[in-house]
């Protein structure tokens, strides 16, 4: 609809967003650049107010053009829940939880899986493909069954069963990759060129459709910080873009901090923050609970890096053992069964609760649904 380029974010160089493209020619990651000011004739709040609240509900700020490839299986929406209990535990007064794993798949994914199927379609993909610890990969099988076309996934040794039951129950042909996600996502990215599949994953219209998390956040509050878990990057990137776009619009006053939180074992972002290092480096060995964001190099790693230092957040890493009392907390508390990734926003807030003041306003997005485990 208001989509103008793709553009990137090492070298500036600018693409036209009529054809696929997955990265620049330089390697570096691409961003979509929008027509800001045809979209300020078109929404504001009064307008969005009188459309249903979910991921639809901001469709001027995804790419995708035509109606007919709006593939939608209900995602977005998700409730932000006053977490009082944990709030009074930790002292502080205005704690909220936006529990993702609410979506159809029960992740977050479903947001950046319905912007990236849509434009799939609206290249003409029959087939697809996509690396997955898992969460993806499941959301992207629902999605592709929906809109009838066949997904390929690549997963690496360690997914949960249930995921992996959850892909094939959709139809799609899964390939088990012998070894980490990054060599998943390195033979995914050959086999879509040798088979001509569409290649799906953290890539520009992901991250689009995962703006949708930060739309709903300041739709619904004035949030002063925002902690995610940091896998690729992406819904960090995603979280803070869109935010940035209605603060751009004029219709947000205040963007909040962006806080990211790693496993000890991938702390790729979370080093390359408190070393002041420029690129995000590698990870050698990732051995951890929190699966769905072990995420060696991640493709977004320097998008989610730009947004903490920018939004003067920061990032931190957490261990295993904290991040499994994350998620028992969540869930004796606050009733929430999270994925095991999610017990790291909770375990990143409570090592680092001097940062913090008592009545700001803080919300932890909480990605996965711990039935998913
Ligand atoms: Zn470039």
Redesign the pocket.
């Known amino acids: 609809m208001f989509e103008e380029s793709l553009k990137?974010v090492?070298?500036d160089?600018e693409y036209s967003p009529d054809k696929p493209r997955f990265r620049?020619?330089?390697g570096?990651a691409l961003d979509v650049k929008y027509d800001y000011k045809a979209v300020q004739d078109r929404i504001d709040w009064e307008t969005l107010d009188k459309r249903n609240f979910d991921h639809n509900r901001y469709r001027e700020l995804f790419p995708v053009v035509e109606k007919e490839h709006l593939i939608t299986l209900g995602e977005g929406g998700t409730p932000l829940i006053r977490a009082e209990k944990l709030g009074e535990e930790l002292g502080l007064n205005n704690l909220y939880i936006k529990f993702e794993g609410m979506n159809p798949t029960g992740s977050f994914k479903d947001r950046g899986t319905a912007v990236e199927i849509g434009k799939a379609l609206e290249f003409g993909a029959e087939e697809i493909i996509v690396a997955s610890t898992g969460n993806m990969g499941a959301s992207i099988s629902a999605y592709a069954a929906k809109a009838g076309i066949k997904a390929n996934i690549f997963i690496p040794n360690q997914v949960p069963d249930i995921k992996f039951r959850q892909m094939k129950k959709h139809g799609a042909e899964i390939h088990q990759v012998d070894g980490d996600y990054a060599k998943a996502a390195k033979k995914a990215k050959k086999a879509s060129k040798n088979n001509d599949w569409y290649l799906m994953g953290d890539y520009p219209y992901r991250g689009e459709g995962e703006k949708s998390v930060g739309f709903e956040i300041v739709d619904e509050i004035e949030a002063d910080k925002v902690i995610l878990p940091v896998g690729n990057g992406t819904l960090m990137h995603g979280t803070y873009k869109g935010i940035k776009e209605l603060e751009r619009l004029g219709m947000v006053n205040r963007v909040p901090e962006m806080i990211g939180i790693q496993a000890e074992d991938c702390n790729t972002v979370a080093k390359a923050y408190k070393e002041g290092l420029s690129e995000v480096p590698e990870a050698e060995e990732v051995d951890t609970v929190a699966g769905a964001i072990a995420c060696a190099d991640p493709l977004d790693g320097k998008f989610a890096l730009e947004a903490i230092r920018e939004s003067e957040g920061f990032a931190d890493t957490v261990s295993d053992k904290e991040i499994k009392e994350g998620v028992d907390m969540l869930a004796e508390k606050e009733g929430i069964y999270a994925e095991e990734s999610c017990g790291t926003v909770l375990a990143g807030l409570r090592n680092n609760l001097e940062k913090f003041d008592k009545g700001e306003v803080i919300v932890l997005v909480v990605t996965g649904h711990g039935l998913k485990t």
Do not use: L, N, P, Y
């Open positions: 990137c090492e070298c160089k620049c020619e330089c570096g």
